[in-house]
């Protein structure tokens, strides 16, 4: 299984990026795939997932922490295989490095999305990406 994540930038405050997450050697439309990151000196931060194929009922939910709820927005294309984040209204206190992660089964116990609570730690992860906001 390998995560390649891509399109980490400088970026003003109040701007947008957009990040993208490539899968290979496993079928991203799995459990859960999303996003964290890492701000210098700081621990991983679980930000935001969405729900495959294999959480049957709900696939196509997402979750939001709320440090990026309403600014963020999570999506998916299976047939590229490919996860996406819509950053818009980008502050300072955004920059890290962020992290695809994917969950390919279901959580021990909770929601679909505990691993996104900080609760686990997802099964695989990308390399990461830099972002900076600047002030």
């Known amino acids: 299984v390998r995560l390649v994540e891509s399109g980490g930038d400088l970026v003003q405050s109040g701007g947008s990026l957009n990040l993208s997450c490539a899968g290979s050697?496993?079928?991203?439309?799995?459990?859960?795939i999303g996003w964290f990151r890492q701000a210098p000196g700081k621990e991983r931060e679980p930000l935001t997932c969405i729900r495959g194929r294999k959480g049957r009922d709900g696939d196509g939910d997402t979750y939001y922490s709320n440090s990026v709820k309403g600014r963020f927005t999570i999506s998916r294309d299976n047939a590229k295989n490919m996860v996406y984040l819509r950053m818009n209204d980008l502050r300072p206190e955004d920059t890290a490095v962020y992290y695809c992660?994917?969950?390919?089964?279901?959580?021990?116990?909770?929601?679909?999305?505990?691993?996104?609570?900080?609760?686990?730690?997802?099964?695989?992860w990308g390399q990461g990406t830099q972002v900076t906001v600047s002030s």
């Open positions: 992660a994917l969950d390919a089964s279901p959580p021990f116990s909770g929601p679909w999305y505990a691993t996104w609570t900080g609760r686990y730690q997802p099964d695989y």
């Open positions: 050697g496993f079928d991203l439309d799995s459990y859960a």
